[in-house]
């Protein structure tokens, strides 16, 4: 199903970012039927950053949306305006100073776009553009960003400093990575107690919860499963995970009872022999992100070729067997694929029936 034509292959210089549009489709519906609706599914846009797989996204019925850029942000805008959606979108990232003008520029223009950004600070709350809209930004433990989840004084002070803007609750707890599923999940779920927790006593103090977020990559199937929140009469739980869209060899190995495929692989040719056992090919660093870790990407369809550690413009793959030729096409599944995508300029976009075309990765970098 990956198989590129050779004269497509002819025509591509490498490393070059290959997005399959029907895989793209298929985890879309995947996730949708995990979710049991759209209405509960909040993706994060700083993994797809492509108005046209956006639109699949749109297709599919989803309407909230995440995302941490102010370019992620301001294209997304655009989009939704040409497409004539209203959307909620959700700038999930504590934006200061003259992010916050832009900020303002961009609610500014959106026409059918409902703008709401994290906040931690009560103090920030006057420096807000109007009408952007205010999620509590609680910190699980992953100690990123966001108040303490046992600061209850301070979480209930930039809800109730909101006021009318108040939205919900941003719970991000992405750090769970736990090998054992039962363990991870338990561990997910403790989180989950404390946030209801937290609702319940905003909802005594007079402040309303209409949203809460959690659930990137590694937790959303466990928060799907925590009953509590599908059963919530008081607030909307949507889970936020964005990676999926495109899936990725970390993903496959956090989530082995998720079935999703890899949606954009790079595209790369091996360049040298420098060594009897290695076969260097030409996507490094600079094409696949690898703060990840090691392996940064994996060769699809291969157990033969192991990659190694990349630099700036080369990845050597470690071969066991026979040297393949120089030239030879691999395409390869990164291991993180959201900076990976940042990486790239353009994307080849790819169907099923033989069809492509080029288009800008137009949210790319600020």
């Known amino acids: 199903m990956y198989e590129l034509p050779r004269d497509l292959l002819e025509q591509l210089e490498t490393p070059a970012l290959v997005v399959y549009l029907d895989r793209v489709r298929d985890n879309v519906r995947r996730m949708i039927a995990y979710t049991g609706t759209p209405d509960r599914w909040r993706p994060h846009l700083k993994t797809t950053k492509i108005p046209e797989v956006w639109r699949e996204l749109f297709a599919a019925g989803v309407r909230q949306f995440k995302c941490a850029t102010t370019r992620e942000a301001s294209v997304f805008v655009d989009l939704a305006n040409a497409e004539g959606l209203d959307v909620d979108l959700l700038i999930a990232y504590p934006h200061r100073g003259p992010a916050l003008r832009r900020i303002a520029e961009i609610a500014g223009r959106a026409k059918s776009t409902t703008l709401s950004l994290l906040v931690e600070d009560r103090d920030l709350i006057g420096s807000l553009p109007a009408g952007v809209g205010v999620f509590v930004d609680v910190n699980p433990g992953m100690h990123r ?75 959303f199937h466990h928060a799907l499963h925590f009953d509590r929140f599908a059963a919530s009469e008081s607030f909307v739980h949507r889970v936020s995970p964005g990676t999926v869209v495109f899936h990725d060899g970390r993903s496959q190995i956090d989530n082995p009872d998720v079935e999703l495929q890899p949606a954009a692989l790079v595209l790369s040719r091996i360049i040298s022999h420098p060594a009897a056992d290695i076969a260097t090919c030409d996507a490094g660093s600079k094409s696949l992100a690898a703060e990840a870790g090691d392996p940064c990407a994996f060769v699809l ?38 900076p990976t995508v940042n990486l790239a300029e353009v994307a080849v976009l790819r169907e099923d029936n033989g069809t492509t075309r080029t288009v800008p990765v137009a949210a790319r970098a600020h």
């Open 301 to 338: 369809g291969s157990d033969s070729l192991q990659a190694m550690t990349p630099s700036e413009e080369h990845l050597p793959l470690r071969v066991a067997g026979p040297l393949p030729p120089r030239g030879t096409a691999v395409l390869l599944v990164p291991r993180h694929v959201c």
């Open 145 to 219: 960003t966001g108040i303490p989840m046992q600061d209850t004084d301070a979480i209930t002070a930039v809800a109730r400093a909101a006021g009318q803007r108040f939205r919900g609750l941003h719970f991000y707890d992405g750090h769970l990575h736990d090998t054992d599923l039962a363990a991870r999940r338990a561990a997910i779920f403790a989180g989950y107690e404390r946030v209801l927790e937290l609702a319940a006593g905003l909802a005594a103090d007079g402040i309303d919860v209409g949203e809460v977020i959690t659930a990137g990559t590694p937790a």
